[in-house]
């Protein structure tokens, strides 16, 4: 074994114990936060999906609505009349 697994004095020893803690510590911080991540994650999509929907029937609603409450009427449309020729006046001088 090498001589960093097996501390040879107490001095060694409390600094391997120290280190070692600390980066277990390190590790269950982080899975900590990423399993805090993945839940805001899936909330944050399942918020989002009820928000669609919820705008897509919105929206449909209101199309709706508004098919309902608009007829369709031919609209009627104006004969205009025939051009004329506009007379000219002569004007002398």
Do not use: C, W
Not at 8 to 37: H, I, M, P, V
Not at 45 to 60: C, H, Q, S, Y
Not at 65 to 86: C, F, N, W
């Amino acid at each position: 074994m090498d001589n960093r697994m097996k501390p040879q004095n107490s001095a060694q020893k409390g600094a391997q114990k120290y280190f070692t803690k600390s980066a277990q510590d390190e590790t269950l911080a982080k899975d900590l936060r990423r399993k805090e991540r993945t839940v805001s994650a899936t909330k944050t999509a399942r918020l989002r999906a009820l928000r669609l929907a919820k705008e897509a029937t919105d929206k449909k609603e209101e199309a709706d609505k508004l098919a309902a409450t608009t007829t369709v009427a031919p609209i009627p449309r104006k004969h205009k009349p025939a051009v004329k020729s506009v007379k000219m006046v002569r004007m002398s001088y």
